[in-house]
């Protein structure tokens, strides 16, 4: 499967625990994307990355929140000192730098907070 | 900034009846516009999308959509529904201002049920 990958698909931590999330774009995609849904809602922009630079964060991603694409590669979100409102489905796309427009998004993680 | 709006978070058919889905939008400059679905417990699916050029678009699953810009819409149809189009259907739009990064603002979705 050459699709975008995320890992894992479901993690369930308690309120004030780290996690840390993983995204693998499709090979070459050179864009980098992630977002969060929350139950009843669209996808919400958190930060976009081009090659390895974070280019643009949202202000909902808050001070807890921190992503790194240290290669151009694979990505990391990390959330440190969950809270029950952080429960959320959070989704990675990329995009290849032909087809700017074009997102492609993996299956999503879904974090539950208790 | 940007936004959709979706008409109907619910809408219900039967198998076989047509599917309308409403998006109306805002952009302060022409927009790229998305319908992606979603099943449950998935990532988001591309249907369709326009960018440029011919108005009405087609995508997968025998869905299409048209850009009306003088609506600032972008409904999804399908002419006979079938059971396996239930999902959750979301609109969006992408940002092209200037230094854009394309970013996706999305509706708050439409759960499309089909009955038997």
């Known amino acids: 499967d050459t699709g975008v990958s995320q890992d894992p698909r479901h993690k369930i931590t308690k309120r004030g625990q780290n996690v840390t999330f993983r995204c693998d774009p499709i090979?070459?995609?050179?864009?980098l994307y992630w977002y969060r849904q929350t139950l009843g809602q669209g996808p919400e922009f958190l930060t976009y990355?081009?090659?390895?630079?974070?280019?643009?964060k949202s202000r909902l991603l808050s001070d807890r929140f921190s992503a790194e694409r240290p290669k151009g590669s694979f990505s990391t979100l990390e959330i440190q000192r969950t809270e029950q409102g952080d429960s959320a489905m959070y989704l990675c796309?990329?995009?290849?730098?032909?087809?700017?427009?074009?997102?492609?998004f993996g299956p999503g993680t879904r974090l539950t907070v208790t | 900034a940007q936004s959709v709006t979706q008409l109907g978070s619910h809408v219900s058919v039967s198998e076989g009846a047509l599917v309308l889905l409403r998006c109306n939008y805002s952009?302060?400059?022409?927009?790229?516009l998305f319908w992606y679905v979603q099943y449950p417990n998935q990532g988001l699916q591309l249907l369709l999308k326009?960018?440029?050029?011919?108005?009405l678009v087609k995508g997968i699953n025998g869905f299409e959509a048209e850009f009306k810009k003088s609506e600032t819409s972008f409904h999804l149809t399908k002419p006979s529904a079938h059971m396996s189009d239930a999902a959750e259907y979301f609109c969006?739009?992408?940002?092209?201002?200037?230094?854009?990064?394309?970013?996706?603002?999305f509706g708050k979705g439409t759960l499309l049920t089909v009955n038997p």
């Open positions: 796309a990329s995009s290849p730098a032909g087809q700017r427009y074009e997102q492609y």
């Open positions: 090979s070459e995609h050179n864009r």
């Open positions: 990355f081009q090659n390895e630079a974070q280019l643009e």
């Open positions: 952009s302060s400059v022409p927009p790229y």
């Open positions: 326009y960018t440029t050029g011919a108005t």
């Open positions: 969006a739009v992408s940002d092209l201002s200037g230094g854009s990064n394309y970013k996706l603002t």
